[in-house]
Structures are given as C-alpha cells and as structure tokens.
T-cell receptor, first 115, second 116 residues
Framework: GENVEQHPSTLSVQEGDSAVIKCTYSDSASNYFPWYKQELGKGPQLIIDIRSNVGEKKDQRIAVTLNKTAKHFSLHITETQPEDSAVYFCAASKNPGAGSYQLTFGKGTKLSVIP | GAVVSQHPSRVICKSGTSVKIECRSLDFQATTMFWYRQFPKKSLMLMATSNEGSKATYEQGVEKDKFLINHASLTLSTLTVTSAHPEDSSFYIC????????????FGPGTRLTVL
C-alpha cells in the first residue's frame, strides 16, 4: 500500500518568514495530493491540493509543488502569520479505478510562527 | 460550500454504554464518507469507508461489531461505538467525498469521546 513520509515533524519560523514542509510517497499510481491544516481540537481543513497533471499550484500565500519523478511534493507558506500556527498534514490518494479514494496521511508537521 | 458537520462535538459516557456519532454533509451529497480516529499528537487513522446504501468497509484491525457504521442517505453517516471502554476514548473525525466524482474529501470538526 501507499506510504507517505512527512518532514519535519516540528517547524518554528519567525513571523514573515517562509515555511516549507515536504512529503514523499511510495505508490507511483497516486495522483491526488491534498494538504490539510488542523488546529487544536478541530477537524482538518483542506487548504490546497494538487493533481498529478500539474507541477505547481498557488493560492495567495500558499503554494504546493509536485515532482512525480521523485515522488515528492511540498507545501510552501510565504509571509507567515501567527494564525498559520497549526499542524499540517499531507496526504495522497489514487483514482478509484486503481484502488479507492482513500487518503494516506503523513504524520503531520507542527508549525509554530513566532511573533 | 462543502461543509461537513458532526454531532455531538463532545461526549462523555460510562464504560459499557453505546455512543452514536452523526456525520452530515450540509450542502452536497456524499456517496462515500470516511471515519477516522486520531490519538493526541498523532495522524489520522482510517477506520472504515462508508458507502451509501451498502455495508461499510473496515480497515484491518478495526472491529466491525464494535464500531457500527450506517450510511442510510447521501447526507448522513453514523458511527456507533458499542459497549464503550476507556481505551475507546479518542477524537473521531468523519470526512465526505462529493458524489460528483472528485477525490476531494472534506472533514467534519470531530467528536471528542471520553469513556469513564
């Protein structure tokens, strides 16, 4: 089955700096890669996702890049703000024709933005 | 759009009782819903996949007779923890996939279960 590795497990940045979280996946059939933000005591919130037919996607201060050959994808947050502090999870899934819509999650990265 | 609700948000029960958790897609129809369990400071662990009108598919190691799942409509799935024990205390989260055919999952806010 799919295995998703996520690094780092914790990340502290100064307000205004950029944060980068990296994930690798093992199943070359995976073609959908969402990123979720989870605040304490709440459910995960989808913040951005990318499909395997594109290499990069951007939404304001958040961007995701995908390298299919190397089987890794990264989340980039620019101009970080204290409200960006949370746990971020990457995930991977593949088409139902090749399996199911099940998401395989990384172990999470706790991001702390220091004012 | 794409809002998923869960009820209750918190529940405390006595050991041996059963607890039902509801997951609703509020503004879309979901043919598939997923139930996850999350331990403190850990990632999400998929428990089962709930398909509308059919039996749920449970992940290896998850007892189907203990965690009863019913997906009776395109907007509602329920998880019942039967004969709850303290080790069942956890954060339970559901997600729903839009029936239109995308693979995007939207998560509910979670239910904190505490078994005394």
């Amino acid at each position: 089955g799919e295995n998703v590795e996520q690094h780092p497990s914790t990340l502290s940045v100064q307000e205004g700096d950029s944060a980068v979280i990296k994930c690798t996946y093992s199943d070359s059939a995976s073609n959908y890669f969402p990123w979720y933000k989870q605040e304490l005591g709440k459910g995960p919130q989808l913040i951005i996702d990318i499909r395997s037919n594109v290499g990069e996607k951007k939404d304001q201060r958040i961007a995701v890049t995908l390298n299919k050959t190397a089987k890794h994808f990264s989340l980039h947050i620019t101009e970080t703000q204290p409200e960006d502090s949370a746990v971020y999870f990457c995930a991977a899934s593949k088409n139902p024709g090749a399996g199911s819509y099940q998401l395989t999650f990384g172990k999470g990265t706790k991001l702390s933005v220091i004012p | 759009g794409a809002v998923v609700s869960q009820h209750p948000s918190r529940v405390i029960c006595k050991s041996g009782t059963s607890v039902k958790i509801e997951c609703r897609s509020l503004d879309f129809q979901a043919t598939t819903m997923f139930w996850y369990r999350q331990f403190p400071k850990k990632s999400l662990m998929l428990m089962a996949t709930s398909n509308e009108g059919s039996k749920a598919t449970y992940e290896q190691g998850v007892e189907k007779d203990k965690f009863l799942i019913n997906h009776a409509s395109l907007t509602l799935s329920t998880l019942t923890v039967t004969s709850a024990h303290p080790e069942d205390s956890s954060f339970y989260i559901c997600s729903a996939k839009d029936r239109v055919g995308t693979d995007t999952q939207y998560f509910g806010p979670g239910t904190r279960l505490t078994v005394l």
